[in-house]
T-cell receptor, first 114, second 114 residues
Framework: DGGITQSPKYLFRKEGQNVTLSCEQN?????MYWYRQDPGQGLRLIYYSQIVNDFQKGDIAEGYSVSREKKESFPLTVTSAQKNPTAFYLC?????????????FGQGTRLTVV | AQTVTQSQPEMSVQEAETVTLSCTYDTSESDYYLFWYKQPPSRQMILVIRQEAYKQQNATENRFSVNFQKAAKSFSLKISDSQLGDAAMYFCAYAGLRDDKIIFGKGTRLHILP
């Protein structure tokens, strides 16, 4: 079955440690996105990628980094520079950015930093 | 920059009744796409309905329909014959053609009263 997979579902880290969230899709989609969801804040865009080896900052990129070395993979690293990393993170993909195609979402990763 | 505003953080509706969720957006583009996504307690994002801005006809999907007012930059979602399974967070989203981002509003939590 085609889809988008985020792992792990729950992640705990100590303050000051970097952590990488995984996002894999087998939909052959060009575009991929990372969003952060906090209560009352909706979905805020962290980074997005239109094609392999290219990505752009979203609205809240500070303290995060990404890579897009393969079409199917778009991992997100939450660095120690992110002041408030505890949140629910959603990864999404779409056929092609800028075409109005539907975004498909993973099931999310809940990151808790203690 | 494009923005999406959902002014109703929470709403309640009696089962079998009709409810309308509001969404306004701001853009300088003439062609774009608008979406309503549903996020149930499982937190899996599901596309409810999609509207292409160049189409004057309002989109419908079974019990879900939109009222798209392009000049007013308004995009409301009407749910008819509300069911218990409709209880969820609903997000309005915007995707431009020139800008590759998908921007979400802060969401409206919908409660269905039995």
């Amino acid at each position: 079955d085609g889809g988008i997979t985020q792992s792990p579902k729950y992640l705990f880290r100590k303050e000051g440690q970097n952590v990488t969230l995984s996002c894999e899709q087998n939909l052959n989609h060009d575009a991929m996105y990372w969003y952060r969801q906090d209560p009352g804040q909706g979905l805020r865009l962290i980074y997005y990628s239109q094609i392999v080896n290219d990505f752009q900052k979203g609205d809240i990129a500070e303290g995060y980094s990404v890579s897009r070395e393969k079409k199917e993979s778009f991992p997100l690293t939450v660095t120690s520079a992110q002041k408030n990393p505890t949140a629910f993170y959603l990864c999404a993909s779409s056929v092609q950015a800028g075409t109005g195609s539907e975004a498909f979402f993973g099931q999310g990763t809940r990151l808790t930093v203690v | 920059a494009q923005t999406v505003t959902q002014s109703q953080p929470e709403m309640s509706v009696q089962e079998a009744e009709t409810v309308t969720l509001s969404c306004t957006y701001d853009t300088s583009e003439s062609d774009y796409y608008l979406f309503w996504y549903k996020q149930p307690p499982s937190r899996q994002m599901i596309l409810v309905i999609r509207q292409e801005a160049y189409k004057q006809q309002n989109a419908t999907e079974n019990r879900f329909s939109v009222n798209f007012q392009k000049a007013a930059k308004s995009f409301s979602l009407k749910i008819s014959d509300s069911q218990l399974g409709d209880a969820a967070m609903y997000f309005c989203a915007y995707a431009g053609l020139r800008d590759d981002k998908i921007i979400f509003g802060k969401g409206t939590r919908l409660h269905i009263l039995p």
